[in-house]
């Protein structure tokens, strides 16, 4: 990783104020399909009740039109990792385990996230390993915070707190040649976020900066295949997957998780910013 090639772009506050408001628009979205996920519904169906939410608060759904997606949710079923195209056809069933991404532009700014969700009753194992990808993208988050908060934070800290909180969570796959991204004024900019490797190395994180990050990973090997409609990848030996996603951005006093509803409070603690706007998408 080669810092001098990097066009990283640094939000001022103000900004990053507009990726909170489509943060929480992407975070409703999110919201109403993980209440509509049940065993009968189709994927296309979700795709329909995202894109209402998205349009009904202004904004526009990113992943419609992106080099030619077709939808403006991926939805990733079982052995599916990530970009999942919703279709009419693809009925959920009982025990699937779904990643849902979802991706909003307000005003000019993007907000990014995905949850892995299971369909009625779920083998818990599934269900686990959908937990580990959680703690694990909150950890790369923690991690962000506490290495802008002391100056020596960088990027690949994210990184390897990724990794570290997988591998202590179990015998999973982690995915390679996929992972976060800086957000901004584009769905995806400058820097890539691997989700394993060395800490220390990359840029440093440093206030303005505003990252995706979003662990993948399996029930089995990390190698995955992308099929013939030029979109799904799917884990080779067919093993499930798990795939869960915030965007997050760096301020003077702490790091705001823009697609969470409560900034990542809970989660996070004293290393969320202070400045938090009330909102009425907030819970
Ligand atoms: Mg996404
Ligand atoms: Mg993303």
Redesign the pocket.
Known sequence: MRREQLDIQLKTPEQIELMRAAGLVVAAALQAMREAVAPGISTAELDAIAEKVIRDAGAVPS?KGYHGFPASI?ASVNNQV?HGIPSAEQVLSEGDLISL???AILEGWHG???ITVGVGETDPQLLRMAEVAEDSMWAGIAAAARGAANGRGRLTDISFNVEKTVRKGGRYGIVDGYGGHGIGTE?HQDPHVLNHGKPGKGPKLVPGMAL?I?PMITMGSPRTAELSDGWTVVTRDGSIAA?V?HTMAILEDGVWVTTAPDGGRARLGDLVTAKQPVSSHSE
Do not use: K, P, T
Request: glycine share 8%.
């Open positions: 992943f991926c990530v991404d979802c991706g990014d996230s995905a769905m995706a979003e795939h996603e």
